[in-house]
């Protein structure tokens, strides 16, 4: 059962981002020839005014077919004959879903679970934290010079530092306060500097919905740094990347763990996909905003000759990746 929680839970993803690019698409006038939740071979299909709606195979993707999307027509209703923005707004709405879809899921587990707030409630004897002065009540505001909007940045900050000294700057009363100190492993083999966190236990709809935002906001933060650390060759590609098969195993184990934590996992996953079709890279989303930008502050449209070359090397290159990361997922899996 836990397998089908799993596969829903992936499909609601990629259902959420495709009605983003399908609602702005009818919103702006273009015709929607396919509406497609998964890959590979149809396994259903139901047509509908001017659309077919498909399920396939394989749930590992999914897409929305627009009339006139990979070259320019004289009819009104092709994607590439409405203006720039009206473009920009359709490729953008997928993403923006996503993140939408992360708020709902992580409003919903805020509400069930409570939330950690970044203000120290206990200091452990003897810890890194202890010996560096920290003290109950302090409120932790920066880490490594970088924004703490949750509970969850300082983690992260501590977990990347790989055992060097971190620079936490924090509130204490009216005075801001500076401090390095250098994390200890637990018996568990797990970075830390020796606090507990104040902790929100019942809060209200509107606690959570705000708390979702900002949670939301720090996994952007963190995506984009642990991206940072991939292409600066920071990161150690067996241990800290995963791909499709660690994806499948991860959603897998949080719907073995109950379904609250498959609901904060799916909001993890959903904001990984924005961002990551929001890389300006050629057959991703944000390849298509990057050259309707271009269109329309130059107001030269890119030949449809370009657009079709750089999709198609940019999908060969992502498919490769792919390929790449499953054969690794498979050789050297991320331990779970």
Do not use: C
Request: aromatic fraction near 10%; hydrophobic fraction near 45%; proline fraction near 4%.
């Amino acid at each position: 059962m836990y397998i089908v929680f799993a596969v829903i839970a992936f499909s609601l993803l990629i259902l959420i981002h495709e009605l983003g690019h399908f609602t702005l698409a009818k919103l702006n006038g273009v015709k929607v020839d396919e509406f497609s939740i998964g890959m590979g071979p149809k396994l259903f299909s139901i047509k509908g005014k001017e659309t077919e709606y498909m399920i396939k195979a394989l749930p590992v993707g999914g897409y929305v077919k627009m009339y006139g999307e990979e070259e320019t027509t004289n009819d009104n209703r092709g994607f590439m004959s409405k203006s720039p923005l009206q473009r920009i707004s359709i490729i953008f709405a997928g993403a923006f879903m996503n993140y939408v879809l992360a708020i709902v899921l992580f409003s919903i587990f805020t509400f069930s679970n409570g939330y950690a707030i970044p203000v120290v409630k206990d200091v452990v004897k003897d810890s890194p934290a202890a010996k560096a002065g920290l003290m109950q009540g302090d409120k932790i505001t920066k880490v490594n010079n970088s924004t703490v909007l949750t509970k969850d940045d300082l983690t992260y900050e501590i977990a990347m530092s790989k055992g060097n000294a971190v620079d936490v700057q924090l509130k204490r009363g009216s005075e801001t306060k500076n401090f390095s100190i250098v994390p200890t492993k637990n018996s568990d083999g797990i970075l830390m500097i020796g606090i507990t966190n104040d902790f929100v236990e019942n809060p209200s709809i509107i606690q959570s919905v705000k708390y979702s935002f900002k949670g939301t906001a720090s996994w952007v933060k963190q995506t984009f740094s642990a991206l940072k650390t991939i292409f600066t060759g920071k990161a150690n590609l067996k241990t800290d990347v995963g791909g499709p098969v660690t994806i499948v195993k991860m959603t897998g184990t949080a719907a073995k763990s109950g379904i609250v934590t498959l609901i904060w996992f799916t909001a993890y996953l959903s904001v990984q996909l924005a961002v990551f079709n929001l890389l300006p890279f050629p057959a991703l989303d944000g390849g298509w905003i990057i050259m309707l930008l271009f269109e329309l502050i130059t107001r030269k449209k890119v030949p449809d000759k370009v657009v079709g070359a750089l999709n198609f090397v940019g999908f060969s290159l992502l498919m490769l990746l792919m390929l790449l990361v499953t054969v690794k997922d498979i050789l050297f899996p991320v331990n779970l």
